[in-house]
């Protein structure tokens, strides 16, 4: 168990439709990850956030958003969902801004009928 | 990056012999690295890092050497057992524009199968 949570663990939706994910990260870590994993495109970074603050961006769409709160969990908003946007959705954190280990959640599954 | 699933590169190693994977590296500047396991339908794993002023870094039952030179990575596995089968990834930590942020960038996958 790498202490980071994420909820729910199975999603089902369908086109058109928005969702939400969350994130908590491992207790004291304030750098939070959202990667992207498909079959045909493998691990994908999608977005970083330091402390509330996103830091860094990766192949995010932009139908897709994310945010950290003062408590340090985080939320990944995807929109007007595609077929092609059924993935793993993986949270990762960090302890801090710099070159370090991150620690990935057991992920949601993300089906788009 | 690679994908993961049917067309990953797979490893297949009898148990109790060492398994080498291994992982070439994109960015020459990249000064940190890690080895993550991700078993089906679970989220990776860590299993060892590595600085770029290191070559050798052990832990346990594992070893990770580095090649600077020609930008290569290793992760060997000793004694391999059932549970190491799994999907096997380095990755690389860069920085990002200059913002005092990293990324991790994934590579290619390799599928370790142990034989029992």
């Known amino acids: 168990d790498s202490g980071v949570t994420q909820t729910p663990k199975h999603l089902i939706t369908a086109t058109g439709q928005r969702v939400t994910l969350r994130c908590s990260p491992r207790?004291?870590?304030?750098?939070v990850y959202w990667y992207q994993q498909s079959l045909d495109q493998g691990l994908q970074f999608l977005i970083q956030?330091?402390?509330?603050?996103?830091?860094a961006k990766g192949n995010i769409l932009e139908r897709f958003s994310a945010q950290q709160f003062p408590d340090l969990h985080s939320e990944l908003n995807l929109s007007s969902l595609e077929l092609g946007d059924s993935a793993l959705y993986f949270c990762a954190s960090s302890a801090r801004l710099a070159a370090d280990t991150q620690y990935f959640g057991p992920g949601t599954r993300l089906t788009v009928l | 990056g690679e994908s993961v699933g049917l067309h990953l590169p797979t490893l297949s190693v009898q148990e109790g012999d060492n398994s080498i994977i291994n992982c070439a590296y994109s960015?020459?500047?990249?000064?940190?690295f890690i080895w993550y396991k991700q078993e089906s339908g679970k989220g990776p794993q860590f299993i060892i890092d590595?600085?770029?002023?290191?070559d050798k870094r052990q832990g346990q039952r594992v070893t990770v050497l580095l090649n600077k030179t020609v930008k290569h990575l290793s992760l060997q596995i000793a004694a391999t057992q059932p549970g190491d089968s799994a999907v096997y990834f380095c990755?690389?930590?860069?920085?990002?524009?200059?913002?005092?942020?990293?990324?991790?960038?994934f590579g290619k996958g390799t599928k370790l199968s142990v034989i029992p």
């Open positions: 960015n020459s500047a990249s000064d940190y």
């Open positions: 956030y330091y402390n509330g603050e996103e830091r």
């Open positions: 207790s004291g870590d304030l750098s």
């Open positions: 990755a690389e930590n860069q920085a990002y524009s200059g913002a005092g942020s990293y990324q991790l960038t």
């Open positions: 590595i600085r770029s002023n290191m």
